[in-house]
């Protein structure tokens, strides 16, 4: 998608070994999310940032760390990574403002496989 | 936020309009209604929102009763590629959207 990048799209790790999933924009947006999709679970949001340094948690967090040390780039990361975060993670972005509402411009995603 | 309900999954012929109904029926008056869409593999992509009022864009009309207790979204001329999981979301224009399971539409030639 244009403005929004996810690196790696493909990973094949092994439980216990830690993962970063980056997801880097160029449009200079405030906002960036984290969201995992599983089947039968619709897309579920892990943590969201609304600024450098700024991050809070969304619904499913545990097991999972984020880091914005600059506006372009949002950093998850599982520490040990376990069976139950295999998944498709997409990363997300939304501007300050538009006309009030809250439009996200999602990612490829990032398919990640725990062995 | 409010809950949607919205069918499992519908089916449309092609060139016909594709009428997807959301029931949001605890919407709260300062909440927008949104419609994404999921083609697979792919990152949901947004299709359209609305307050109050209907609205139009390149790709869908959205419907709004005037309760706002539901809405449908329009696609006027279904097309193959229009097969996908379309996802109807309420929201205060907070910083989260919640994604259900969405409708599984069908285009079928």
């Known amino acids: 998608d244009a403005g929004i990048t996810q690196s790696p799209r493909h990973k094949v790790t092994e439980t216990g070994t830690p993962v970063t999933l980056r997801c880097h924009q160029t449009?200079?947006?405030?906002?960036m999310y984290w969201y995992r999709q599983d089947p039968g679970h619709g897309l579920r949001l892990i943590h969201y940032?609304?600024?450098?340094?700024?991050?809070d948690k969304g619904e499913v967090s545990d097991g999972y760390s984020v880091s914005r040390s600059k506006t372009e780039d949002f950093l998850l990361t599982l520490e040990s990574a376990t069976s139950s975060q295999t998944s498709v993670y997409f990363c997300?972005?939304?501007?300050?403002?538009?006309?009030?509402?809250?439009?996200?411009?999602f990612g490829a995603g990032s398919r990640l496989t725990v062995l | 936020d409010a809950k949607t309900t919205q069918p499992t999954s519908m089916d449309c012929a092609e060139g016909r309009a594709a009428n997807l109904p959301c029931n949001h029926s605890?919407?709260?008056?300062?909440?927008?209604v949104y419609w994404y869409r999921q083609i697979h593999s792919q990152g949901p992509q947004y299709i359209i929102h609305?307050?109050?009022n209907n609205e139009t864009n390149e790709m869908a009309s959205l419907i709004i009763t005037e309760d706002r207790k539901s809405s449908t979204l329009i696609l006027p001329h279904a097309t193959l590629r229009d097969t996908a999981v379309y996802y109807c979301?309420?929201?205060?224009?907070?910083?989260?959207?919640?994604f259900g399971g969405g409708t599984r539409l069908m285009v079928k030639p």
């Open positions: 997300a972005i939304t501007p300050t403002a538009h006309s009030g509402a809250n439009v996200l411009t």
């Open positions: 449009e200079n947006h405030r906002y």
């Open positions: 940032s609304y600024g450098v340094k700024d991050t």
């Open positions: 605890t919407i709260s008056g300062n909440e927008y």
């Open positions: 609305g307050l109050k």
């Open positions: 979301i309420v929201d205060n224009a907070g910083n989260m959207l919640t």
